[in-house]
């Protein structure tokens, strides 16, 4: 089907697309950049706090939670009011969160609640941001792809960001950064003032495939692959920082200058995310050229053999096998998100993406609890392959969707 679409009109984004796409590519990349500063920072936060890592990691527990669990609520509301409104409640709360987080950040209790916050109010981009862009945005599988990009964008630069900004200020500063930045979301709002007006819903013809039963399906493969990512976001950059010294090593005396081993590994850790933009656009023509079940299956199961390898390796290896790991685990997003618009009526979407939500990210704040039991236990390095062991069980729920539900395009 998206093969007759090669070359005519309906190939480029029109006025309207390219309005709703820079309001909510912004939000994409801005919700993943306020969950990606406190992995970011957890060490450094660590030894502000006088804490071990994992009960500093332990504080961004209701964090992640709050983001997923408020998407239900978030997502119904989107469906009754729309997207704008809330989308601005998002730059707000999590700016103004974002600034008690500056303010207290050496008071655990406070910070853990401030954290909470920025959660709370991240949690409405999801459901609200890709609800618009299902119903209203020509290309699906397209504006899902680059929304997607911006998302991976805010993915590679929060770490890197914040481990720089930290590193010359402190993580105090690093909050205010992330402040100023949410607060800059409303002057793109202002901007799109009137697109909501003349939006024309074209999810209407799309989702003639409607299946409850395959969203359940799907639900549950989601709840697992948010399990996946969350474990994966939140550990990469300890990770990289505790089982790349020979990286750090070589780069120390390569520009003869002191190195911070944080800086190092959050560098890394955005490159990975910079090669995940790659997976994304990738992901979105697939996703327009191939039956969505089976393209989502193969990504997913890409991610397995690179996981269960991960604990073993050091240095250059493990980042060559991690960002093979990420490209695929990041680059199905947009082939899930279409996914999602054509198993759910067009009425709903919002609230479908909300489901999604509470699962991939409220229920994949498990994922904190397990990372953190996982590396008292065994290690860090064992981590990764544990999530890979998710990973089978996930491709095997695919593989019901697969045989549950006709085949679906974008």
């Known amino acids: 089907m998206a093969e007759s679409k090669k070359g005519g009109p309906e190939n480029v984004l029109n006025r309207t697309d390219r309005v709703i796409l820079s309001v909510t590519c912004y939000g994409h990349f801005l919700c993943h950049f306020n969950m990606l500063v406190f992995p970011a920072i957890l060490l450094p936060l660590s030894g502000l706090l006088h804490m071990s890592m994992a009960n500093t990691l332990d504080l961004a527990f209701f964090m992640y939670l709050l983001m997923g669990l408020s998407a239900p609520f ?140 395959g969203f359940v399906i799907l639900l549950a493969a989601m709840m697992l692959g948010g399990i996946v990512y969350r474990g994966t976001t939140v550990t990469l950059p300890a990770l990289f920082q505790v089982r790349g010294v020979g990286i750090f090593d070589w780069l120390s005396g390569l520009f003869q200058v002191p190195l911070s081993a944080n800086v190092v590994a959050t560098g890394i850790t955005s490159l990975l995310y910079l090669v995940g933009m790659l997976g994304q656009y990738f992901g979105g023509r697939i996703g327009e050229r191939f039956d969505l079940r089976w393209s989502y299956c193969c990504f997913h199961l890409m991610t397995i053999p690179a996981a269960l390898i991960m604990g073993l390796l050091t240095d250059i290896p493990l980042v060559v096998v991690a960002i093979f790991h990420s490209f695929f685990l990041l680059g199905m997003q947009p082939i899930e998100n279409t996914l999602v618009a054509r198993l759910t009526p067009p009425e709903m979407h919002s609230s479908a993406y909300g489901m999604k939500f509470v ?19 065994f290690g860090i390095q064992y981590v990764f392959p544990a999530l890979g062991v998710i990973s089978i069980f996930l491709v095997l729920v695919i593989g019901v969707l697969i045989y549950k539900v006709p085949g679906q395009r974008s």
């Open 74 to 213: 978030w997502g119904y509301t989107a469906d009754k009011i729309g997207a704008m409104p809330l989308l601005a409640l998002f730059y707000v709360g999590a700016g103004v969160s974002g600034l008690m987080a500056a303010l207290f950040i050496d008071s655990p209790g406070a910070l853990r609640l401030a954290l909470a916050g920025i959660g709370l109010f991240s949690g409405i981009y999801h459901p609200a941001g890709l609800g618009w862009i299902a119903c209203c945005v020509t290309r699906t599988s397209t504006g899902m792809a680059y929304n997607g990009m911006f998302g991976n964008l805010g993915l590679a630069l929060g770490p890197v960001l914040a481990g720089v900004v930290n590193y010359l200020f402190g993580p105090a500063a690093v909050y205010i950064g992330l402040a100023l930045l949410n607060f800059f979301g409303l002057f793109l709002l202002i901007r799109a003032r009137g697109t909501t007006e003349n939006m024309v819903h074209v999810g209407q013809k799309k989702s003639r495939g409607a299946s409850w039963s």
């Open 359 to 377: 699962l991939t990210f409220g229920v994949g704040a498990v994922a904190v609890t397990i990372v953190r039991h996982v590396e008292q236990g």
